[in-house]
């Protein structure tokens, strides 16, 4: 291949910067010339397409967001779509393209794949929601911010004895919340892959202020429902304690990414170059148990699931590399944490 493209789409994520750098450095020391798509699909499409030097990328590993913009770009679902991508690519010389997103923008390089133009998926996107890798690229700056705030709002709960409902992103995966409640001794945590009942969680709040405790945080994953309806059910239940809701909202997927996210971002934009030079599309690049792997690029959803319960409520693992699983596990164990 003499010339790849790389482009960022659906929501952004900090890491993106890095592996946008790490695909053109790599690529420039194979001899591939690299290309910038800018606000993912859309700009394929309209032709935003423009050539990468090694200079283009300097000062940008540890800068949050991405500088070739994401966008949401729904007509690329559209065969329409995909071929006036294609036109573009190719009037730009375009071999093969690294994408870097989540599903739905895993998706596009399938179609891009299909239609004889190579693509390589990288997973972006803070919610660590993606098949064929434990962590992805944001996830543990998003989750680092989170922790952070909680630890903030401990100190004013603490001094005025409040409950605290911090409601975090993850719409259907509740890895950030999980996370989130165990690094910042979170009370309760309740995430979209459980079912849980109000009347459990105000018990839980009672019984922590008769033992003396001085304040409560409960984390909420988005999925599950809002905070603020979260607090009217929670009342409805019977809690009488001074409760507040803290929507943590984009701030999650802002700031310098972790140094985590920085290698993972490098170390598999690298890879991706790797693939697409020996010609190799239609996978997703991951890490599992700290390696890099490729898995096909569509990977069926329930792989990635942490774990499901049976009908007796026994555990069901589904992914063994999910480190979630242990987590999952660790606040089963531990009597001052709760998961709904
Ligand atoms: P994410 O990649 O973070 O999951 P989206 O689901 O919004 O975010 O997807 C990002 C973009 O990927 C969409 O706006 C669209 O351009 C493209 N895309 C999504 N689904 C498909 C699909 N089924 N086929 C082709 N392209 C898709």
Known sequence: MKRIAVLTSGGDAPGM????????????????????????????????????????????????????????????????????????????????????????????????????????????????????????????TAVSTVVDAIDKIRDTSSSHHRTFIVEVMGRNAGDIALWSAIAAGADDVCIPEREFKFENVVNNIKKGYEKGKNHHIIVLAEGVMSGQEFAMKLKAAGDDSDLRVAVLGHIQRGGSPTVRDRVIASRMGARAVELLRDGIG???????????????????????????????????????????????????????????
């Open 17 to 140: 910067n890095a592996a946008i750098r790490a695909v053109v450095r790599k690529a420039i020391s194979e001899g591939i010339e690299v290309y910038g798509i800018n606000h993912g699909y859309a700009g394929m499409v309209a032709g935003d397409i423009f050539p990468l030097t090694a200079g283009s990328v300097s000062d940008l590993v540890g800068r949050g967001g991405t500088f070739l913009y994401s966008a949401r770009f729904p007509e690329f679902a559209q065969l329409e779509g995909q071929l006036a991508g294609i036109e573009q690519l190719k009037k730009h010389g375009i071999e093969g393209v690294v994408v870097i997103g989540g599903d739905g923008s895993y998706h596009g390089a399938m179609r891009l794949t299909e239609h004889g133009f190579p693509a390589v998926g990288l997973p972006g996107t803070i919610d660590n929601d993606i098949v064929g890798t434990d962590y992805t690229i944001g996830f543990d």
């Open 282 to 340: 239609g996978v997703a690049v991951g890490i599992q148990k700290e390696v890099l792997v490729e898995s096909p690029i569509l990977g069926k959803a329930e792989d990635n699931a942490l774990f499901s319960l049976g009908a007796d409520g026994e555990i069901i693992v589904n992914n063994p590399h999910k480190a979630d699983l242990e987590l999952y596990l660790l606040n089963r164990d531990m009597n001052n944490l709760n998961l709904y």
